[in-house]
Antibody
């Protein structure tokens, strides 16, 4: 049973860079069957997909955040990371990492999630 | 981006009721539609993938259907543990997008 766990600072100052890591246990980020995503949820609001990284290290980002987002992976540690630069209060949210299972039909679905980490942007 | 809408935004129903949530996409997404359940303070949980496929371990009372632009999630008999917020999500094209959610409360 794969498990995902987010880690990183819970408080970031405006204009700085938010950095989070997701550690995967019970699975491998280099498996060809999965992509690895970051999703966020502002308090009391809905879900927003930030982007993903695949087994070869290729990334795809939400155009709404693309200019500020960088994702990377470390297969030796079974970790993948998110960096979001120039943060503002609007970036305050619970950040989730999730496994994106590639389905045979060409679709995909988020079948495993971390517990989430609240990141507050405030001075 | 593909826009997802859900109706109703909230509903109240008693235990044992049959409830249906509708999700609509701004363009055809074939069957690339997933449903999630989220309880307060918890991560979303996958219920149904590819419109009608029940995720392993999810009760058969959850039924997904639809294709193209209109989809439904039906709970055939509402149980106390089903009170939560439900989200649809399209995986047809990036950026992946979610519906705004439907909150299901106890009546």
């Amino acid at each position: 049973q794969v498990q995902l766990q987010e880690s990183g600072p819970g408080l970031v100052k405006p204009s700085q860079t938010l950095s989070l890591t997701c550690t995967v246990s019970g699975g491998s980020i280099s498996s060809g069957n999965y992509y690895w995503s970051w999703i966020r949820q502002p308090p009391g609001k809905g879900l927003e997909w930030i982007g993903n990284i695949n087994y070869s290290g290729s990334t795809e980002y939400n155009p709404s955040l693309e200019s500020r987002v960088t994702m990377s992976g470390d297969t030796s540690k079974e970790q993948f990371s998110l960096k979001l630069s120039s943060v503002t209060a609007a970036d305050t949210a619970v950040y989730y990492c999730a496994r994106d299972h590639l389905h045979g039909s060409g679709s995909s679905y988020f079948d495993s999630w971390g517990q989430g980490i609240l990141v507050t942007v405030s001075s | 981006d593909i826009q997802m809408t859900q109706s109703p935004s909230s509903l109240s129903a008693p235990v044992g009721d049959r409830v249906t949530i509708t999700c609509r996409a701004s363009q055809s997404i074939s069957s690339h539609l997933n449903w999630f359940q989220q309880k307060p303070g918890k991560a979303p949980k996958l219920l149904v993938f590819a419109a009608s496929n029940l995720q392993s371990g999810v009760p058969s009372s959850f039924i997904g259907s639809g294709s193209g632009t209109e989809f439904t999630l039906t709970i055939s008999s509402l149980q106390p543990e089903d009170f939560a917020t439900y989200y649809c999500q399209q995986s047809y094209s990036t950026p992946f997008t979610f519906g705004p959610g439907t909150k299901v409360d106890i009546k």
